[in-house]
């Protein structure tokens, strides 16, 4: 994610890296609640975004705002707080994101981090939880809850990004290594649609959109995130997400999929499918069967999941073209 | 299987089945090997169809003919055998199906029930395996092993059930009941180009098929009878295929999948998806986990990789309409 970002106006920050590299000194809060001016804090725990200086962020530094998706599967909370510089300066407005597997701890944390909420706050909420829990929140916060549609917030986000961020698109280079995998070009702010839209949530959509306010869903799948994270969790002993993905990362994938080679001893020509292509995940743990390795089985889910999202709107494309 | 064979002209009889609906009491296995007469056998044990009465097929009364097709998962062996009727006249031709997951067995197999094979002899062979084994199925039973192309005779197989055999396509209505799910239409012969070819082994190929002989392959995954083996073997107890899915028969998806009604409480509007839609296969695992019943993980993944394998053809029939 980071790597992703590196050629970003946005950079997004891991504490303790942020912390090492710029050798900050956690700054005292000191709390100006009431006098109107920025409330500021020590740098967050949590990964954050330095928003650039412009005149459409400066409300930030007087006001926290807070902000919900509450999913089939992770409540993912953004939030701003603003943080004295470690060399003079302005004090930067700092976007934040902290995800969390049910709504009582969010709601805790927004409780003891949402310091200067009031009644008239409003709290926007995306994701199917924001009709579940619109009463609860509201009464646990005592602040206005707004629900707003989810896809309609994500094309809006999509526009926003990639006409603002420079070298928020980028092309993906298999073969190469790092950072050279992302080849970056900035695009044409009037050019950026139409455009498929690859939502992983719990599950998947594909979305073909014409405007910032006209889209439709050609597509989707019920293995996105939800079945990773569920199938990773029968599968293998990792907690949670990143776990699942440092085990996969160790993992070789050919000890669980049947490959093409393994069928044919090479390529199929007659299909020009190469020798190394994955002819059926996990097609070789119907005999090795419960003595997989744990990282190779996760590498395995991975690309099955991960390859078959890239499909479907890899169909799209290739009917348009 | 059984049920889709019903308003064919080819029925499949599973041995057991047959020998109680037609009395059939054993017949006596004399070879006339060398005489030219047919060499009449007990029905097998494996499942068969009766081949009707034509000229095309009487040479199978003389001569038995074994074709393997060798898979990433399993062998699948074809082969003739001859019948006494149990109520006089002619003999039957029986066209025998039997599956191994090993080419040893199946050699085995060949050897003992191939008795009026000569060098001359040819054994068809199609898939992966009659690259690898080629030498191996030569030596083991002293006849000619002759590769064909998987996709062709599959494209070639498909043109004849449909030219001759009455009703071989349906229609099929999920809300419909037992044998009312399938809607029988014969074909016209002429109209049965282009056509979508979904064939299911260890993994998928769509294969768009215009003419007996022109094919490309348009689309494929990794995800088919391979996964559903693999991760049935490392998911549940089930041994083998079938066992599988009898274990799923008896689950209940909604208690690994994460529902539409689960996120949004109910259906979501803004996208046309019903609540009882799955938004996420196995989304529930990551909370409830190891604690699943493996009826309804069996279940859950029959219903991810069948409905992952409808998608792709799915996709291409809406780009052609």
Redesign the interface.
């Known amino acids: 994610m980071d790597e992703l970002l590196l050629n970003s106006n946005l950079r997004l920050y891991f504490s303790a890296q942020f912390i090492s590299e710029y050798n900050f000194i956690g700054a005292e809060i000191f709390a100006k609640l009431r006098t109107g001016g920025p409330i500021l804090r020590e740098k967050p725990t949590t990964p954050f975004i330095v928003l650039p200086e412009e005149a459409r962020f400066a409300p930030l530094v007087k006001k926290s705002r807070f902000a919900l998706d509450i ?3 992770l409540v993912k909370l953004v939030y701003s707080t603003v943080c004295e510089r470690s060399i003079g300066g302005e004090p930067d407005v700092l976007l934040n994101f902290k995800k969390f ?1 049910g709504i009582e701890a969010c709601l805790e944390f927004i409780k003891e981090n949402w310091h200067d909420r009031v009644s008239d706050d409003v709290l926007h909420c995306t ?3 924001s ?2 829990y619109a009463e609860m929140m509201h009464k646990s916060l005592g602040v206005k809850v707004k629900r707003t ?1 989810e ?1 309609r917030s994500l094309i809006f986000g999509c526009d926003f990004l990639l006409k603002n961020n420079e070298d928020e698109s980028f092309t993906y280079h298999h073969e190469a290594v790092g950072i050279e995998r992302y080849q970056y070009k900035p695009i044409d702010t009037d050019s950026i649609y139409p455009f498929l839209l690859v939502n992983i ?3 998947i ?1 594909v979305l073909k959109v014409d405007s910032q306010s006209t889209f439709q ?1 050609v ?1 989707g ?7 990773f ?7 293998t002993s990792a907690q949670n997400f990143d776990d699942l993905l440092l085990m996969a990362e160790k993992g070789d994938h050919r000890k ?3 490959l ?1 080679c ?5 390529s ?1 020509e ?4 190469p020798g190394d292509l ?10 090795i ?2 003595h ?1 390795s744990e990282s190779d ?1 996760a590498k395995s889910l991975l ?2 999941i991960s ?2 999202i890239g ?2 709107p890899g ?2 494309i290739r ?1 348009r073209s």
């Open positions: 999913g089939g599967t597997t994701g199917g939880g009709f579940k549609d896809m949530g719990t599950g959509s869903r597509g799948s019920s293995m996105g995130g939800g079945a994270i569920g199938l990773g969790h029968l599968l669980c999929d049947t093409v393994d069928i044919y001893g090479g199929y007659n299909l020009n499918l994955i002819a059926g995940s996990f097609g070789k743990c119907s005999r069967g419960k997989s089985i690309l099955m390859n078959n499909q479907e169909v799209f009917k």
